[in-house]
């Protein structure tokens, strides 16, 4: 089968088309501090009540809220101490009138108590260090208590048989802890995708290897790594591949046990683009050009691996800054649906421009801007530099694209433009 080739399709067509090349991965059973970001693939079901039983909120005395009836700084009620419960321990006596328990926050509450009256609020804290009443002793009690006060009731948190996190949730660092604190050490997620990255160019060498004349450092596969990672996914670098159709198959092939294989460069008019001729032996294979700026040249396709399974090919453009924003708007959602979430969309702010954003061939223009809080309280919005498609620091810089849509051929200072947010980081 082949994809049929067309001319500059819009930026949404061409992520359908990559979408549906794509699945959700298997379920999986991790550790529940590796499940971080992933997604739940069934509900989470409590076990038991949490609270498990009634406890108390406060350091204090345990009491019967009637015996602290009318109590004041003026008027103390005195109750005879008879245990002293820390945390974790439970008492088993029945608290009778006139008596309380001295209790640290998140013990059981004693049978009988119904109260919990705070340090602050007897004569403890006129006590020394040393002094604190211990059994058999009288504690003075300077306010009355309602019924309940300062208790955690048992299942107040959770209620056993209830569904505490449902399947298709991301796991958060809350998610983490609700998981923990159900007694659970592994959960069920949806496997995260390996991405297998390819560099291809003769000119392309591995960072730390000495760097010939006319040859460039290999960054691609550093940031298109970073951003597999970033979204949850595994990458696997598989090097630099020569310009050469033998090297580049050789190559291909190691990446094909990978969810996604992802390679950069090679793709557009020049003579020693060979990416394209691999594909179109090799896979099925589409190149297209997107209605987008940087960015236009796009390959894509899938390879049959070994094992019968079809690997999506994300075929990058070269230049560092295209390469980035490409995976941004492609491999990314890729990422996320492989990992059975569907919220790829990035949050926007509609933020006010402080320069100029031209337009001129019709593409919609994604230009790297700083985004943050103005003293007027508006976002605002700054390029962060030249937007030709190798300038890499400026992307750096960035921590958002503005969005100059194909039929917006000017934003001028003052303007309002969307901003496609990255992240929140770097702001000034
Ligand atoms: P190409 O698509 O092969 O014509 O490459 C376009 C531009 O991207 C050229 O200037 C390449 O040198 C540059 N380039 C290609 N691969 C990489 C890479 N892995 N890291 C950084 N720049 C690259
Ligand atoms: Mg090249």
């Given at each position: 089968?082949t994809?049929?080739?067309?001319?500059?399709?819009?930026?949404?067509?061409a992520?359908?088309?990559?979408?549906?090349?794509?699945?959700?991965l298997?379920?999986v059973r991790?550790?529940?501090?590796?499940?971080l970001?992933?997604?739940?693939?069934?509900?989470?079901?409590?076990?038991?009540?949490?609270?498990?039983?009634?406890?108390?909120?406060?350091?204090?005395?345990?009491?019967?809220?009637?015996?602290?009836?009318?109590?004041?700084?003026?008027?103390?009620?005195?109750?005879?101490?008879?245990?002293?419960?820390?945390?974790?321990?439970?008492?088993?006596?029945?608290?009778?009138?006139?008596?309380?328990?001295?209790?640290?926050?998140?013990?059981?509450?004693?049978?009988?108590?119904?109260?919990?009256?705070?340090?602050e609020?007897?004569?403890?804290?006129?006590?020394?260090?040393?002094?604190?009443?211990?059994?058999?002793?009288?504690?003075?009690?300077?306010?009355?208590a309602?019924?309940?006060a300062?208790?955690?009731?048992?299942?107040?948190?959770?209620?056993?048989?209830?569904v505490?996190?449902?399947?298709?949730?991301?796991?958060?660092?809350?998610?983490?802890?609700?998981?923990?604190?159900?007694g659970?050490?592994?959960?069920?997620?949806?496997?995260?995708p390996?991405?297998a990255?390819?560099s291809?160019?003769?000119?392309?060498?591995?960072?730390?290897?000495?760097?010939?004349?006319?040859?460039?450092?290999?960054s691609?596969?550093?940031?298109?790594?970073?951003?597999?990672?970033?979204?949850?996914g595994?990458?696997?670098?598989?090097?630099?591949?020569?310009?050469?159709?033998?090297?580049?198959?050789?190559?291909?092939?190691?990446?094909?046990?990978?969810?996604?294989?992802?390679?950069?460069?090679?793709?557009?008019?020049?003579?020693?683009?060979?990416?394209?001729?691999?594909?179109?032996?090799?896979?099925?294979?589409?190149?297209?050009?997107?209605?987008?700026k940087?960015?236009?040249p796009?390959a894509?396709?899938?390879?049959?691996?070994?094992?019968?399974?079809?690997?999506?090919?994300l075929?990058?453009?070269?230049?560092?800054?295209?390469?980035?924003?490409?995976?941004?708007?492609?491999?990314?959602?890729?990422?996320?649906?492989?990992?059975?979430?569907?919220?790829?969309?990035?949050?926007?702010?509609?933020?006010?421009?402080?320069?100029?954003?031209?337009?001129?061939d019709?593409r919609?223009?994604?230009?790297?801007?700083?985004?943050?809080?103005?003293?007027?309280?508006?976002?605002?919005?700054?390029?962060?530099?030249?937007?030709?498609?190798?300038?890499?620091?400026?992307?750096?810089?960035?921590?958002?694209?503005?969005?100059?849509?194909?039929?917006?051929?000017l934003?001028?200072?003052?303007?309002?433009?969307?901003?496609?947010?990255?992240?929140?980081?770097?702001?000034?």
């Open positions: 089968m994809i049929p080739v067309s001319e500059m399709i819009p930026v949404e067509e992520r359908d088309r990559i979408l549906s090349y794509v699945s959700r298997e379920p991790v550790p529940i501090l590796e499940a970001r992933q997604v739940t693939a069934e509900d989470v079901v409590a076990p038991f009540d949490i609270p498990p039983l009634d406890n108390t909120a406060m350091d204090g005395y345990a009491v019967r809220a009637a015996d602290t009836a009318g109590a004041s700084p003026d008027s103390p009620r005195e109750l005879r101490v008879v245990a002293d419960l820390a945390a974790g321990a439970v008492l088993d006596m029945v608290v009778q009138p006139g008596e309380a328990v001295r209790i640290m926050t998140g013990a059981p509450v004693p049978p009988g108590a119904d109260a919990i009256v705070p340090f609020e007897t004569d403890e804290p006129l006590r020394g260090p040393n002094e604190a009443p211990r059994r058999g002793s009288i504690v003075r009690v300077y306010k009355e309602r019924p309940g300062n208790i955690r009731r048992q299942g107040e948190d959770v209620r056993a048989g209830t505490v996190i449902p399947a298709g949730r991301v796991i958060r660092p809350a998610e983490v802890g609700v998981l923990a604190s159900l659970l050490r592994e959960v069920t997620v949806f496997r995260r390996v991405v990255i390819l291809t160019g003769d000119e392309v060498t591995e960072p730390g290897e000495p760097l010939e004349p006319g040859h460039i450092y290999d691609n596969a550093y940031s298109i790594a970073a951003m597999v990672k970033a979204n949850g595994i990458p696997r670098l598989l090097g630099v591949a020569r310009d050469t159709i033998e090297d580049l198959t050789a190559k291909i092939r190691e990446g094909l046990d990978a969810d996604m294989l992802v390679t950069s460069a090679g793709v557009s008019r020049g003579d020693f683009d060979v990416v394209k001729d691999v594909l179109a032996r090799e896979g099925e294979i589409a190149f297209w050009t997107v209605r987008m940087p960015g236009k796009l894509f396709g899938a390879f049959t691996a070994p094992d019968g399974r079809r690997v999506p090919h075929g990058l453009p070269g230049n560092p800054v295209s390469s980035m924003v490409s995976f941004e708007l492609f491999g990314r959602p890729a990422i996320f649906k492989m990992l059975g979430r569907s919220d790829w969309e990035r949050p926007t702010v509609e933020a006010v421009l402080e320069d100029t954003v031209a337009n001129d019709g919609r223009f994604f230009a790297r801007c700083i985004v943050w809080r103005h003293e007027d309280g508006e976002w605002h919005a700054r390029l962060t530099g030249p937007q030709g498609s190798g300038i890499l620091t400026s992307m750096s810089a960035a921590n958002g694209l503005a969005v100059l849509p194909e039929n917006r051929p934003a001028r200072p003052g303007e309002r433009i969307t901003v496609m947010m990255l992240d929140w980081e770097h702001a000034p």
